[in-house]
């Protein structure tokens, strides 16, 4: 349904059709970030916690705001379900105390779901099991990303994808040569960085495509050590960080009249942007104001 007016948001926030969710998150005390690359927060611990990336190697796990992967409840909670109302979100805030978290860009995404124990040790296609039952329609607006969930090894590889668009057209292919980055840590997107054929934080779509709905298979060009992740999510707002200790925030009514759609079961988490070199130990905290109508 959503708001009809401004009244009537206020009259439904006002009436207990809201709900403020606090997170935090610390990177990995072994792992420092590197500029100019992009990772997945999901796995750090704090509030929500860590994603432990749980199911069977090569099988589609899907991700929801009360189940998480059906092992972690990872997610960032915003209220459970609320059809035949629209959820939407109103305000965003971030900050670190740590000067080196400053420049960088937090993107909230859905994490739809992935696949999980993908090898880097082979040259071979693997075959991706399972099909996804995605809360878009027929993916629209669903990107992929391959996450390290084993530190990768010391050798580079070009990836070949063969997905599944919104038509649903099979056998679609990334338009242009994407290269992973050697020795990529956990968590890292590991095609992305400021190496040629680096992409991030999404793998790119052949011409005219509009999402994801499917991944069929996955091969790598060479083989080097790690483990990985290929994800299914859909990318909701980014927000800037570039003050420490001080708060950024997104008003999405008046700042940008956007009002974000949160879709019953979103899987909300963060994928961030390093522009600056980020030491270990990094701590993030955060707020999300969603409101129903």
């Not at 963060?270 to 129903?292: D, Q």
Request: glycine residues 10%; proline residues 5%; aromatic residues 8%.
């Amino acid at each position: 349904m959503g708001f009809s007016s401004i009244d009537d948001l206020v009259s439904e926030v006002t009436g207990g059709k809201f709900i403020r969710a606090d997170w935090n998150k610390i990177t990995l005390a072994a792992s420092a970030y590197t500029i100019g690359r992009w990772y997945d927060m999901s796995n750090l611990a704090g509030t929500p916690i860590a994603n432990a990336w749980a199911g069977t190697s090569l099988a589609y796990t899907a991700c929801a705001e009360t189940t998480g992967n059906g092992t972690q409840i990872f997610g960032i909670p915003h209220g459970g379900a609320v059809s035949t109302d629209t959820k939407h979100l109103l305000n965003a805030s971030v900050i670190s105390a740590v000067a080196t978290a400053v420049p960088s860009q937090l993107m909230l995404v859905d994490m739809c779901g992935y696949w999980p124990g993908i090898n880097n040790n082979t040259t071979s296609p693997q075959t991706l099991t399972g099909t996804p039952s995605l809360r878009y329609t027929n993916g629209a607006g669903v990107r992929a990303y391959l996450v390290q969930t084993v530190a990768a090894g010391a050798a580079t590889q070009n990836i070949t994808l063969s997905y599944t668009n919104t038509v649903p057209t099979s056998g679609r292919s990334l338009p242009v040569t994407v290269t992973t980055t050697a020795s990529g840590i956990i968590g890292h997107i590991t095609h992305s960085g400021v190496a040629a054929n680096n992409y991030g934080p999404f793998l790119p779509l052949a011409a005219g495509d509009l999402g994801v709905s499917n991944v069929a298979s996955i091969t790598f060009s060479a083989a080097t050590t790690g483990t990985a992740a290929l994800v299914l999510a859909k990318p909701i707002m980014s927000i800037p960080l570039p003050i420490v200790s001080v708060s950024s925030e997104r008003d999405f009514l008046n700042q940008l009249p956007s009002l974000p759609r949160i879709v019953d079961g979103a899987n909300l988490t963060w994928l961030y942007f390093a522009g600056a070199a980020t030491a270990t130990n990094t701590n993030f905290y955060g707020s999300l104001e969603f409101g129903w109508g």
